[in-house]
């Protein structure tokens, strides 16, 4: 059934309420501050782990902040899918980071640093 408009709209003032939103807040912000430590921990470790592999092949360092993008990509996909999603879903990541012009093989050398089934790419 679609909602009508005036129902949507009062259940958006009702959430916007300043006191409802601080208590939501209040009441998550130790919760959601640990899992932020965690997902940047990852990310440091994925950061690291991207450079230890783009680095020593000479990639311009202008170039490296977009093989960072690709496997901040992939990291978004491993928390998501698994198994044959997973590879299904970073396939198309990775073409698209390869028609934006980065190098195949350091595409797949990143992918395999995250367990992604790496043998269909070309």
């Not at 003032?13 to 501050?33: H, I, Q």
Request: no cysteine; proline share 3%; aromatic share 10%.
């Amino acid at each position: 059934m679609v909602r009508p408009q005036v129902y949507r709209i009062k259940k958006y003032e009702g959430k916007v309420v300043g006191d409802v939103v601080k208590a939501r807040f209040d009441a998550l912000k130790e919760t959601m501050a640990e899992q932020q430590e965690v997902r940047f921990s990852d990310l440091v470790n994925l950061e690291n782990t991207v450079k230890g592999i783009v680095e020593p092949q000479g990639v311009p360092t202008i170039l490296i902040p977009h093989y960072l993008n690709f496997g901040r990509e992939l990291y978004s996909l491993t928390q998501r899918f698994s198994g044959v999603t997973l590879n299904t879903e970073a396939t198309l990541v990775f073409q698209k980071w390869k028609a934006r012009g980065l190098q195949v093989a350091l595409l797949k050398a990143i992918g395999s640093a995250f367990g992604i089934d790496t043998t269909n790419w070309t």
